[in-house]
């Protein structure tokens, strides 16, 4: 597990997918995320949203933890996002990015 802080001071918990199968089954078929939690897919530039039972919002980071992009509300089945250049994406809870004050341009810290 990973602990990154937001620049308004948020703590988020990550769990961490590094490898191919990590990434490949990243949060298919599994519960909702927990307010705060999220999972670190790495290295990702994009993702989809094929078996996923819930809606989710998917922040991409570059490899200082720099915010990309952050793409909110990604539907189950239906969503698909992309961010080229971007190291690593974390899948968040839908509504999660805002209600953390994460947006493009900022830069997360380790804790």
Do not use: N
Not at 12 to 31: D, K, S
Not at 74 to 101: D, F, K, M, Q, T
């Amino acid at each position: 597990m990973k602990r990154l802080r937001t620049a308004k001071g948020a703590s988020i918990t990550l769990e961490e997918a590094t490898t191919f199968l990590a990434r490949l089954r990243g949060l298919m078929l599994r519960p909702p995320l927990p307010p705060a939690h999220g999972l670190l897919l790495a290295p990702c530039a994009s993702i989809h949203m094929c078996f996923m039972r819930f809606a989710i919002d998917a922040v991409y980071i570059d490899r200082d933890c720099r915010v990309l992009k952050v793409a909110v509300h990604l539907r189950p089945w239906l969503g698909l996002s992309v961010c080229p250049g971007a190291w690593g994406c974390i899948e968040l809870a839908s509504g999660e990015a805002a209600r953390l004050g994460i947006a493009a341009g900022e830069r997360l810290r380790s804790q």
